[in-house]
Structure formats: structure tokens, C-alpha cells
Nanobody
Framework: QVQLVESGGGLVQAGGSLRLSCAAS????????MGWFRQAPGKEREFVAG????????RYSDSVKGRFTISRDNAKNTLYLQMNSPKPEDTAVYYC?????????????????WGQGTQVNVSS
């Protein structure tokens, strides 16, 4: 099992930038596909971005493509989400999650370890 702790959330103005981090402990971080998800009030949890075990492959939701960047540092056991030009509709609780799949997946059901989440509020 891997334990995940997100940080870096807060209030940001639309058009600004924010970087989320997810620190992992436990079993080997580099053996997991990692993902970022978010959940806004009254909405289902949705996929934001995913990254392969070695960082060589990434996937993004259409709503964040070109604005957000997912990356990982396996030496530091840390996952990142760089949020550039955020919009008010990006306001949500952001979660990092680990998956044992071989390829980057977008389905929440395939992620077996989740962090507690970090709140991101984007003001207009």
C-alpha cells in the first residue's frame, strides 16, 4: 500500500497559477500509475490528469488540457499538478490517487489508494 498526502491548495485568482503536490510513502512510488481527480460540490469525482510510472506518458481531461501539467519525481516520491490559467470552474477538492494498472487510466474505480484531498478555490 502507498499513503498519499496532498498539499498546495488554496485561493487563486483566475488566470494565475498554483501547484499541487502529493507526497507518497509506503511501497515503491515508482511502481504506480498516478492520477489527479477533482470533485466539486454536487458533482461526481472526475479525472483531471494521469501519468505513467516513469513519467513518460500523460493524459488530461479536455477541460484542463493545455492549462494543467502533471509530473512526478520518483526520487522524491512526489506527484505534482501545475495549474496555469485556472478558471472558476476548476474550483473543487483535488485528490491524488495511485493505480496498479500498466497504462495510464482515467477510471476512478481502477485507483486503489487516495489522498485526503486539498481544496482549490479559483476566484473570478
Amino acid at each position: 500500500q502507498v499513503q498519499l498526502v496532498e498539499s498546495g491548495g488554496g485561493l487563486v485568482q483566475a488566470g494565475g497559477s498554483l501547484r499541487l503536490s502529493c507526497a507518497a510513502s509506503g511501497r515503491t512510488f515508482s511502481s504506480y500509475v498516478m492520477g489527479w481527480f477533482r470533485q466539486a460540490p454536487g458533482k461526481e469525482r472526475e479525472f483531471v490528469a494521469g501519468i505513467s510510472r516513469n513519467g513518460g506518458s500523460t493524459r488530461y481531461s479536455d477541460s484542463v488540457k493545455g492549462r494543467f501539467t502533471i509530473s512526478r519525481d520518483n526520487a522524491k516520491n512526489t506527484l505534482y499538478l501545475q495549474m496555469n490559467s485556472p478558471k472558476p470552474e476548476d474550483t473543487a477538492v483535488y485528490y491524488c490517487a495511485a493505480s496498479g494498472t500498466v497504462v495510464v487510466t482515467t477510471a476512478p474505480s481502477l485507483f486503489h489508494n487516495w489522498g485526503q484531498g486539498t481544496q482549490v478555490n479559483v476566484s473570478s
